[in-house]
Nanobody, 126 residues
Framework: QVQLVESGGGLVHAGGSLTLSCEVSGRSVSNSNMGWFRQAPGQEREFVGGITWFGGITMYADSVKGRFTIFRDSAKKTLYLRMDSLKPEDTAVYSC???????????????????WGSGTQVTVSS
């Protein structure tokens, strides 16, 4: 049984940084296409970034490119999302996801993912 548990959210001032963690059980982090999504109140779930299972290729949404970084630690079975230069518009619930698909490209849509964490709240004050 695959389970994902996020942590690391919180309240931060604009311009600050946070690192989110997604602890994975029942699956190897390096054997899964994985992604980070976010959802603000009243809005649809939005792709933030993802990483491929093979080669660890990453890709990011334009809105976070250059500010957010995804990386993984296979030994700790954890996926991370480092967020720098945070803006108020980054405020959302952030969720990690894992796919049963093994693709050489980053998966960007929610329907391509099979397992989801419950999310962690990130609030950026102006």
């Amino acid at each position: 049984q695959v389970q994902l548990v996020e942590s690391g959210g919180g309240l931060v001032h604009a311009g600050g940084s946070l690192t989110l963690s997604c602890e994975v059980s029942g699956r190897s982090v390096s054997n899964s296409n994985m992604g980070w999504f976010r959802q603000a109140p009243g809005q649809e779930r939005e792709f933030v970034g993802g990483i491929t299972w093979f080669g660890g290729i990453t890709m990011y949404a334009d809105s976070v490119k250059g500010r957010f970084t995804i990386f993984r630690d296979s030994a700790k079975k954890t996926l991370y999302l480092r967020m720098d230069s945070l803006k108020p518009e980054d405020t959302a619930v952030y969720s990690c996801a894992a796919s049963n698909l093994h693709r050489t490209m980053v998966l960007t849509t929610p329907r391509e993912y099979d397992y989801w964490g419950s999310g962690t709240q990130v609030t950026v004050s102006s």
